[in-house]
């Protein structure tokens, strides 16, 4: 099902573990930033609303999604105790083949990093045609992928913390 068919702001708090003892960090790029801010707040109240707590939240801005490996990599030696970091990022086709490159970038670099590391990267990096795709998906009609991810953190910060031996 596409993205078209599927609200990415719905979630059912029911199924959700609580987040009140985890510790998230978000990685945002500022390329496009009007998109990734809208996702960085989506993240930010749904992480929230379920229950995590401001002082376990932490944000660092990179320039652009290329930027978002290292910022993410960074972000996970610099503090021992996060539970799961998400990546915000905002990439839109131009005239030429720079978004090919830089779209599989982030996603192989993203992937790297959850293969080769212990905290689950969250992979919030929309990879858009157009504008108007970025603006319906970071808050639009379509809802919020920030609010998506950040669903997708606390679940794998609880998968994360259930696979301990
Ligand atoms: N065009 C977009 C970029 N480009 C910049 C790169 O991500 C990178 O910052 C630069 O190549 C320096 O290493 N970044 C986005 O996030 N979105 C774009 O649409
Ligand atoms: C996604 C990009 O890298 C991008 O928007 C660059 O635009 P262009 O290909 O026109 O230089």
Redesign the pocket.
């Known amino acids: 099902m596409a993205t078209a068919n599927t609200n990415l702001s719905a979630y059912d708090k029911n199924t959700i573990p609580n987040a009140k003892d985890f510790r998230f960090g978000i990685v945002v790029?500022?390329?496009?930033h009007e998109i990734?801010e809208g996702m960085f707040q989506g993240a930010f109240d749904a992480l929230k609303d379920c229950g995590a707590i401001n002082e376990n939240i932490v944000r660092w801005n990179?320039?652009?999604?290329?930027?978002?490996i290292y910022g993410c990599k960074r972000m996970v030696e610099s503090y021992d105790m996060l539970d799961a970091v998400i990546a915000i990022?905002?990439?839109?086709?131009?005239e030429t083949k720079?978004?090919d490159y830089?779209c599989e970038a982030?996603a192989q670099g993203i992937k790297d990093l959850n293969v080769t590391g212990n905290i689950p990267i969250i992979f919030c990096?929309l990879t858009d045609n157009n504008m108007q795709q970025a603006i319906d998906r970071s808050g639009g009609k379509h809802g919020n992928k920030g609010t998506e991810a950040a669903i997708a953190a606390i679940k794998m910060a609880q998968l994360r913390k259930d696979s301990r031996f």
């Open positions: 790029s500022e390329w496009n990734t990179v320039p652009g999604s290329f930027e978002l990022g905002s990439v839109i086709q131009g720079h978004f830089v982030v990096v």
